[in-house]
């Protein structure tokens, strides 16, 4: 497999809003994570996703753009921008872009001129109908909606604020090209695709994800953009399988790095319900499926690796125990991930093992997904202590609480009042906390990051699940000739782990002592990687 240098990288994925405010208007900006780039050289990654800059009306929080070419004016200017990206440079940091695409704001220019007349040059940038069909929003109520000047209906996956660009108009195709040489030519490391696999939409056949044109828009765009730079992408695929994995990642295919893949976040849900109907998950389940994608994508793709983002709850609250082993659970939970196969995400928080937020009041709650579900499930009769349990349960509002990076006041995010609520436990869990007991969560990311970039078995090696108990994980890497084992304690439970191999050496452990692997009694959340024979 040809080297790149995202096989060895851990991304981290900061959302603006919610990372150092810089001016006390209680909102993230760029001053504000030009500040912190020294912690994350400290840290050790090699890139920054960084959720939507661009200039918004904010109804999805950045991610409905009404000019892709400037900046939001609470983040800062694109003067601020060049400079995050030449700073974050002279650390060995690439700044990879959100690109959204799928759709624009309302109040983007071409949406404007669309809604003046059938007949403006822009009209068709969107999809319009005379009838609208039972396809629902991503965000609730119908995905179409009336204008009474046009006399028709615009599609729109997410908010009405969100209407979808219509990628059968080779014109659309254009502008968006010019517009990532924009940011290709100001030196961006690469972009995250913001649900990449809906630009294929027929919605007269009633298909949204993978539609039949959607790899081919994907190596026109790899041709006339990114292709010819050594950039790394990744496309948000809810849609994803190892099978058309394969298709956006395969080295010969000349579209994509990687996707993000969901299948995992999506064991928890309970089956044919919406994502706020949970189940507790099955350990078993979520081996089968990261072997499969570990195994099926072997050497024909590339995988992505991550519990969190920006839509998703904290995973030490999700599938940790965020009460009495928030700190072995983490770090349990990051050896796990970042031994895999794959390029590693990081959410912001995350390495400190930043909680779920006790969201009690509707007020608290930002998320325009999280407000539409709360209305809609009332008016459907919920009882609005169960909404509220979803909301703290699963709600994105989890992972956009400010970041915690000492104990001062709002966390020293901010000297204003924070747009969203800091989460209460900040005395104990912070930043300033972690880098000063060599025993944090924050030190293990730290070790797994560096053990990547200077261990081609973590990077290239084959993988294997080991047969074990039901919550034990424990899968094994070969590289060359050797062997490595990583065994995860899954549970709250004490596990019993028995191998016939022999321990060679430690390679990272969250506090267990291992000495042989003939017979281990594993406390609640042990984990630790060995070289085995
Ligand atoms: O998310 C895609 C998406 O489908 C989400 O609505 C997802 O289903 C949901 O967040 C799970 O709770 C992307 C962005 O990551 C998200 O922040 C945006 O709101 C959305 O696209 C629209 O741009």
């Known amino acids: 497999m040809e080297e790149k240098w995202w096989h060895k990288a851990t991304v981290y994925q900061i959302y603006p809003r919610s990372f150092q405010d810089s001016d006390g208007d209680g909102v993230g900006d760029l001053k504000g994570i030009i500040s912190r780039l020294d912690y994350l050289e400290k840290l050790g990654i090699s890139a920054i996703w960084l959720s939507p800059v661009y200039k918004s009306p904010n109804d999805d929080n950045g991610y409905d753009i009404s000019d892709y070419e400037d900046i939001m004016t609470e983040f800062g200017t694109m003067d601020d921008m060049d400079q995050l990206i030449a700073e974050a440079d002279k650390r060995?940091?690439?700044?990879?872009?959100?690109?959204?695409?799928?759709?624009?704001?309302?109040?983007?220019?071409?949406?404007i001129e669309a809604k003046k007349s059938i007949h403006n040059p822009y009209h068709d940038f969107y999809v319009w109908r005379d009838q609208a069909t039972d396809v629902r929003s991503n965000f609730g109520g119908s995905a179409w909606e009336y204008d009474e000047n046009i006399g028709k209906y615009y599609l729109h996956l997410f908010s009405k604020k969100q209407p979808d660009l219509n990628w059968e108009n080779p014109r659309v195709h254009e502008k968006v090209y010019d517009m990532m040489n924009f940011w290709i030519e100001k030196g961006v490391g690469g972009f995250r695709m913001d649900v990449i696999d809906l630009i294929g939409k027929q919605p007269d056949q009633n298909i949204f994800e993978n539609g039949p044109k959607l790899h081919d828009y994907l190596k026109e765009?790899?041709?006339?953009?990114?292709?010819?730079?050594?950039?790394?992408?990744?496309?948000?695929?809810?849609?994803?399988?190892?099978?058309?994995?394969?298709?956006?990642?395969?080295?010969?295919?000349?579209?994509?790095?990687?996707?993000?893949?969901?299948?995992h976040i999506l064991l928890d849900q309970q089956e044919g319900k919406e994502k706020w109907d949970t189940k507790k998950i099955n350990?078993?389940?979520?081996?089968?499926?990261?072997?499969?994608?570990?195994?099926?994508?072997?050497?024909?793709?590339?995988?992505?690796?991550?519990?969190?983002?920006?839509?998703?709850?904290?995973?030490?609250?999700?599938?940790?125990?965020?009460?009495?082993?928030?700190?072995?659970s983490a770090k349990a939970l990051a050896i796990l991930l970042h031994l895999l196969k794959g390029t590693p995400y990081v959410y912001e928080g995350e390495e400190i093992g930043m909680t779920n937020f006790d969201f009690q009041d509707i007020e608290q709650v930002k998320d325009i997904e999280s407000i539409n579900m709360y209305s809609e499930r009332l008016e459907k009769g919920y009882d609005k202590e169960d909404i509220m349990y979803s909301i703290r349960n699963i709600g994105r509002d989890n992972a956009r609480t400010p970041m915690q990076w000492d104990d001062s006041k709002n966390a020293g995010f901010t000297t204003g009042i924070p747009w969203i609520e800091v989460n209460s436990?900040?005395?104990?869990?912070?930043?300033?906390?972690?880098?000063?007991?060599?025993?944090?969560?924050?030190?293990?990311?730290?070790?797994?990051?560096?053990?990547?970039?200077n261990n081609p078995w973590i990077v290239y090696g084959t993988f294997e699940l080991v047969?074990?108990?039901?919550?034990?994980?424990?899968?094994?890497r070969k590289y060359n000739g050797h062997e490595y084992l990583v065994v995860v304690n899954f549970s709250d439970d004490k596990q019993i782990f028995e191998s016939n191999k022999v321990l060679v050496q430690k390679i990272i452990d969250n506090g267990v002592v291992v000495d042989n692997l003939k017979h281990l009694e594993l406390e609640p959340w042990d984990a630790f990687a060995v070289e085995v024979t």
């Open 467 to 476: 047969e074990s108990d039901e919550n034990v994980f424990s899968y094994l």
């Open 92 to 111: 060995g940091i690439k700044i990879v872009m959100d690109l959204v695409v799928n759709h624009t704001s309302d109040e983007h220019r071409w949406f």
């Open 283 to 328: 350990i078993s389940d979520l081996k089968k499926v990261l072997e499969k994608w570990q195994v099926e994508l072997g050497d024909e793709g590339w995988n992505s690796l991550f519990w969190n983002n920006h839509d998703l709850p904290r995973i030490v609250s999700r599938w940790g125990n965020d009460k009495e082993y928030r700190i072995k």
């Open 221 to 263: 765009m790899n041709r006339s953009t990114f292709g010819k730079h050594d950039l790394l992408t990744v496309g948000e695929t809810w849609g994803a399988n190892p099978e058309n994995a394969k298709l956006y990642s395969g080295t010969e295919r000349d579209e994509l790095s990687m996707v993000f893949q969901f299948e």
């Open 425 to 453: 436990n900040y005395k104990e869990i912070n930043v300033k906390n972690a880098l000063e007991d060599s025993n944090s969560i924050f030190y293990t990311y730290k070790k797994l990051i560096e053990l990547r970039k």
